[in-house]
């Protein structure tokens, strides 16, 4: 029993060995079916390979090497062939770190695999690359050859870098954004409890406005985190129905002016209703978000002007302040989430910056567009345009939201 | 010499006037005299001949930042000697441990509690 399993069903126990079978059967159909050489097989699979690729001769001389590696490092194939890897292109190539591995590390191994090295290359500047090589035996030629494969991983490390710099960034704004207004409503209760008795009742009255006022914020702040989550992960999902827009800004408009008694707040609306086929919480959340912005850029006192209005079947809003203004750089890029991480001034009076990312992306969830006109020091007009679908006749108009 | 114990003298700088409220309330019912600066260079010029017992200093302030005035009042003879309580919602450890080093007397991470605050003022200035 023991023997016939030896020899007829004998498993195969390394690794090493399956990947040989896998190997040798691969080649010989492949090579089979397209009637190719082996060496002509491998040439292929090395110029298909998308990363740089170096055949080396144990003396490390480039025996070929692929499109990528010329395209990536800029030479030609008459510069590289027959040379010696180091003294390639200026010797930009004569690395200790590589030298190190080449000849210390691979001639013990087999291989060595991802290892990260940073230079300062003569035609490409600094790089870092990923280096990953085998030893192979050419059985026909009797010799080593060693296949070198380098990765530029120079962007891919930039953006990781730059993604975790705005990760931890975000986290210390958000906790920043998060305890301020819990420090109100800690330092305001803790005193209401300790000096009960010494304080007046209008002057307790203001404090737990104070209080209901900072988890108003807190409240609007988890609620942009989450919307803008569910945006980037694609689940915010609009509930179109037929919405009033004239009563949807009267209201909002009229919140608005409770919120901010300092400032004057105008509301300019035609005769005819305004209606639309949309998501009215949403629409609300647009149009509250800019008036917002809007009273926190400018002085108190000064006036933000609400209009709306249909142009060729779209109907436009735009929320006019008389606040501090935007440079005609940052015109577009006040919409970007990022942008609003990475230049958050000292100035800005609190917010993560998530509000007008926020509103581009519900009023592009409606087919619609928002921009912004400015001019510094004088106040910013936001706009959004948003297409009036046509609504049946008859149709019941509701405010939504 | 600048007077001790109640009726000292507190400038609070802090850019968020509830907060500000806040802590002047506190104080003023623990019977210290409080004055307000909502940014640094208000703070800084307040600090000056106003006989300061202590300031209470947010990090984070528009224009010249908590750290600039902490620096600024560490290097100026006339206010090196005063108490700095650094007040903020930077919850870092390396933050607390720099605004050590540059001088501050305490470091008090926001939300802070009526009692909280008024122990860490009372305990520099006994």
Known sequence: MKDKLKTKERPISEPGQMRQRIAEETKRKQVGKTTLKPEEYAESI???VREPLLVLDSDLRVISANCAFYQTFQVTPGETEGKVLYDLGNRQWNIP???ELLEDILPKNTAFNDFEIEHDFATLGRRIMLLNARR???ETNRTQMILLAIEDITERKRAEEKLNKLKSNLLSTVSHELRTPLTTIKGYSTMLLDYDKRLKQDEKQEYLSAIDRATDRMTELIDHLLDMSCLEAGLLKLNKTPTNITALLLTTV?????RAPGHKIVL????AVLKLNGDGRRIRQVVDNLINNAIKYSEMGSTVTIGAQIESSKLVASVADQGIGITR???EKVFDRMFNLEHRLAQDPGGLGLGLALCKALVEAHSGRIWVESELGKGSIFYFALPQEVIAEGEAYGEKG | MVKKGSRATILIIEDEVDIRTFASRVLELEGYRVRQASDGDEGLRLA???QVALVLLDLRLPGRDGWAVLSQMKSDPELSSIPVVVF??????????RALAEGADDYLVKPLSATSLRESIARILR
Do not use: D, M
């Open chain 1, 136 to 138: 192979i035996y050419h």
């Open chain 1, 268 to 271: 300019n609306l035609p005769k």
């Open chain 1, 329 to 331: 750089e940052n015109l």
């Open chain 2, 48 to 50: 000056r001949g106003n």
């Open chain 1, 254 to 258: 009229a919140e608005a002016r409770l």
């Open chain 1, 46 to 48: 090395v110029q298909t």
């Open chain 1, 97 to 99: 770190k590589l030298r």
């Open chain 2, 88 to 97: 903020t919602a930077s919850a870092g450890a390396l933050q607390r441990s």
